[in-house]
């Protein structure tokens, strides 16, 4: 395990530019904001000395780079400032809504996966059948189709007309999980159309390339049956490849799940963002961006970490 | 127009990774639409839809903000053929209007992450070094944010409005494109011809410019068709959240929006601007695959 010890420990070092970058982005929003942002914060109508105050003590008046490692200072002790609009600390705005956004964003990816992963196989076994066609074809319009109109046609049928599901809301999973798992289907189905898509794609062309590959025709030419080369030596190989895939898809759910989030009115950190943006309350903006960019990041560790663990290589090659 | 076929171009089989001399791409055009008929229909769609963007006033049925109060929430009928939203403002006619903001909107942003990822990508696998190191870890930064959380924030900031919102989206391809164009520079960089030229004494910018640019930039095109369906589907999303198109104006995101309102009175509603986002971002992602193919002959045969 030395090897995955030490591999985890040289990505963490090559994670802290990167989060750095992240948040640096994140706190310069605030220069974005045309305007002095003292005057935003105080309120139009604020007299001259409470500008000047709250100048000060938001620390506006001192050079950039300082008002960045305060600014990083306060949120390493978890200060993500109050929000503009309710006043609520926004560590407790986020703290509350974001396990709605974590519920949904796993219940695709896991729909995504047990979806899109056997399309892909089946696409690549079968390749240039009538089937593989349609597959291709699918995950074509998967990742064309406007993940929010999908919700919307999924309300309109299975909540409006048939009844099945609530059209929105949702429940807290630690109060009610099979009542917050019931409220998540629609919106978890509609997420998941982009990474079924994606997967099925990426599956099917890595799959046929290994099948394509040298060390497969020699399997084949000593007699192997093509279930065991495709069991044993074909999906190993595509293994990590799906992994890694799999991993980069919470990128593209948690940009999805802004919008389906408010087709479905789910109380996540994507409605509060996109609400948030709307009524320019910077600091809500700010935290929710901040703590998306490191559950991406972390993310992309875990997966590092799993393929190393499946393959040992990866953690010497690293 | 030449009519040469497709597949007999002696381009990059032997060399995928496009170090080779500078092939001159001379491809008949109409060979091109001929061997790969989605890419046909895609491109006629898509010049039908420049048109009707640009033809809108004109052949619209209806002024885009015209309220008919009597007939609000129509379903399909011979005066409107797509029926009537909340206001009674004929469907047809927004979805034709709504066509210029998706484009303008798409292209806006694609333009913008051109106009910053190409030179960046460009500098920095030519001078390589610290810059190239330093850039490069700015460009994961930005890439580990989920591209549409980006946008959102940075709309927030510069303030709501489908300009500024399609500038924040420019901004998160910026990095994406950066990262193509360096890979690629880095292989066209140390090519002979290169080389070559820089033995006759060509500066840094002739080189850039006349070599390693117009050798570099293929792997972009592609990834820029396939950006123009990615930025529609933002705009349209955006739009959807009140963060982009300001009403009235119209666009597909902004009708989705109204007609998921109204959706238990006229569900007829939601449909034909979910298929005008659907079709036009299906037109651009297989024009781009086209495109792939066309500049790689290897990828066919996979």
Known sequence: ?318 | MTDTDVTTIPAARTAPTRAAPPAPARFGFWAWMRSDKRAAVSLAYLLLLVATAILAPYVAPYPPNEQNLLDLLMPPSEAHWLGTDDLGRDTLSRLMHGSYNALYAAFLAVGIGVTIGVPVGVFIGFVGGWVDELISRVIDGILAFPPLVLAVAVTGALGIGLTNAMIAVGFAFAPVIARTMRAQTLVVKNALYVEAAQGFGGSRAHLIVRHILPNAIQPVIVEVTLMLAVALLAEAGLSFLSLGVQPPESSWGGMLARAYHYVEVAPAQMFAPGLAILFTALAFNALGESIRVLLDPTIKRR
């Not at chain 1, 009524?279 to 559950?295: E, F, H, R, S």
């Open chain 1, 1 to 318: 395990m030395h090897g995955i010890a030490g591999m985890i420990a040289r990505r963490l070092g090559q994670l802290v530019p990167v989060a750095i970058v992240a948040t640096f982005v994140v706190f310069s929003l605030v220069f974005l904001m045309p305007g002095d942002p003292a005057i935003i914060i105080a309120g139009e109508y604020a007299t001259p000395e409470r500008i000047a105050e709250i100048r000060h003590l938001h620390g506006f008046d001192q050079p950039m780079l300082i008002q960045y490692v305060n600014w990083l200072w306060k949120v390493l002790h978890f200060d993500l400032g109050t929000s503009l609009y309710s006043s609520e600390e926004v560590a407790r705005l986020i703290v509350d809504r974001l396990p709605h956004t974590i519920l949904l964003v796993v219940y695709a990816l896991i729909l995504g996966a047990a979806v899109g992963i056997p399309l892909g196989i089946l696409a690549a076994t079968e390749q240039g059948s009538t089937l593989d066609k349609i597959i291709t074809t699918t995950a074509s319009l998967g990742v064309a189709i406007p993940n929010f109109w999908l919700g919307i046609i999924l309300v309109t049928f299975f909540a409006l007309t048939w009844r099945i599901f609530p059209a929105t809301g949702a429940t807290p999973f630690w109060q009610d999980p099979v009542e917050a798992i019931y409220y998540a289907t629609l919106p978890a189905i509609a997420l998941s159309t982009g990474v079924v898509a994606v997967l099925a794609r990426q599956v099917r062309s890595a799959l046929l390339e290994v099948l394509g590959s040298q060390y497969i025709r020699t399997l084949r030419a000593k007699g192997l049956s093509s279930g065991a080369i495709l069991w044993k030596h074909g999906l190993r190989n595509v293994a990590a490849t799906m992994l890694t895939i799999t991993g980069l898809q919470v990128n593209r759910l948690f940009s999805s799940a802004v919008i389906l989030e408010a087709v479905f009115a789910v109380p996540g950190v994507g409605s509060l963002i996109s609400y948030s943006a709307l009524n320019k309350d910077i600091p809500v903006v700010q935290g929710i961006a901040l703590m998306l960019v490191i559950m991406v990041i972390l993310t992309n560790l875990l997966v590092d970490v799993l393929n190393a663990i499946l393959d040992p290589r990866v953690a010497a090659s690293t």
